[in-house]
């Protein structure tokens, strides 16, 4: 196989929306500093929403992203979590992966905090190839080529391969 068509794991991304309630943000940040060891951060309201009581920069969420496949051990917890069941529908057109977990309770190694509560967060994985930093390089930035792209099912395929996920049913 060409080494250029190899897929990674560029990062792993923790979130959990809080809305406008500040207790249930820090719970969140706590939960997230427990779960892997890094302060995370707050991530802000960039529109006006009267109806949700939401203006901008009022802190709505938080979020930690892990680079460079040092999360992968936290990934197979994570996918331990949902039975390694994932549905079509959490893989995108561009190799990312998204699913949520309910309750932080069933990520193996995390116990229940009386602090926390019960709360779940969403994680997001980012797939790459060797090459895709010319999309993202400073000088020379080019359009990365459509036979370069990492597809659904290249995607799927990869998480099988790695993490022995299987693909359940639409719901």
């Known amino acids: 196989m060409n080494i250029m068509k190899e ?7 923790l979130n959990i929306g809080a809305g406008k ?7 969140g940040m706590a939960l997230l500093k427990n779960l892997t060891g890094i302060d995370p951060v707050k991530t802000h309201a960039r529109k006006r929403i009267p109806e949700w009581g939401l203006r901008p920069g009022l802190p709505i969420g938080c ?6 496949g040092t999360g992968k051990e936290l990934l197979k917890r994570l996918l ?7 549905r079509k529908s ?6 990312n992966i998204s699913f ?3 309750e932080y309770i069933d990520i193996a190694g995390i116990e229940y905090d009386p602090k926390i509560g019960v709360m779940g967060l969403q994680a997001c994985v980012t797939l790459e190839r060797p090459g895709f930093r010319i999309k993202r390089r400073a000088r020379g ?5 459509k036979c370069h792209r990492i597809t659904q099912q ?7 391969e790695q993490f022995g996920v299987k693909i359940g049913e639409e719901e």
């Open 154 to 160: 290249e995607a799927i395929g990869f998480m099988r």
């Open 141 to 145: 930035r080019a359009h990365l080529p």
């Open 63 to 68: 979020k930690l992203t892990i680079r460079k």
């Open 100 to 102: 949520g977990i309910h």
């Open 80 to 86: 331990d979590a949902k039975g390694n069941v994932l």
């Open 90 to 95: 959490n893989f995108d057109d561009n190799g």
């Open 21 to 27: 309630d500040q207790v249930q943000l820090e719970k």
């Open 7 to 13: 897929i990674r794991i560029e990062k792993l991304t």
